[in-house]
């Protein structure tokens, strides 16, 4: 019998192993390249689940969250890779715990879902663990974590990605509530890959022979992301999605992980302190 807990264990894993590979390729690729091999070598792995699942009839209201999604879903790609690229996994990839902060006002906007009692103790919690993520700087000054966030750039694009992947969300929701989560799951990231296809091309002078320059490291990405994809909805079918997606946030703790032992990552104690502090914010928030 499969379990949720072991399901969301490895999303969260796969999940981090998706972003440790294109930080790896970013070496030598530019982020709109690693931004489609993301999407685009996994779609194979998703299709593959079509023959088996029954297709629904979307409404409107389906088109309509898929109409907002994908160029949000782009800009968000792209400032996501750039985040890896330019700053290291372990100060990057745990502002992605302030998504559900965001999403405690986008989700009462989009859906008219309410904060609960404890959302506060989470934001508290989730806030310090931000501050801990720089803490060595607090001798220049308490402030000067937070000073340490606007210098590193790609801190400050994952932050606007969180709060992009807030709404998405939310999206992302409405689509699946409108069709199924199966019929979503299989066909959201094919498409995407798609629509951004243009992106890609007009970044390279419309050049495509850098997508099959590095398979045996792309084609890892991509399945790495369908694995994570995939057991997500499994265990969504499994267990509350509160519980899941907070197992799930356990992917910025191996991906601290990935900082230390594969980039040689420094002042990791630190980071992973407060990235287990921000995670505990997100559990309070999202199952409390």
Known sequence: MLNWFLLSFFCAFFTASADALCKK???KSN??????VRIGFASPFLLLLLPFIEIPRPDIHFYFAMLLLFPLETIALILYMKAIKLSPLSISLPFLALSPIFMIFTSDLILGEKLGKHGVVGIVLTAVGAYLLNVRTTRKGILEPFKAIQRERGSLYMIIVAFIYSVTSNLGKMAILHSSPLFFTATFLPIFSVIFLP??????HGKMGQIFSRVTLFGPIGFSIALATVTQFLAVNLAETAYVISVKRMSLLFGILYGAFWFR???IMERFVGGIT???GVVIIMVF
């Open 31 to 36: 982020e709109y390249l690693i931004a489609w």
């Open 25 to 27: 390729s970013l070496h």
């Open 199 to 204: 992106v890609l091309l007009w970044n390279n």
């Open 278 to 280: 921000m995670i505990a």
């Open 265 to 267: 990552e420094t002042n």
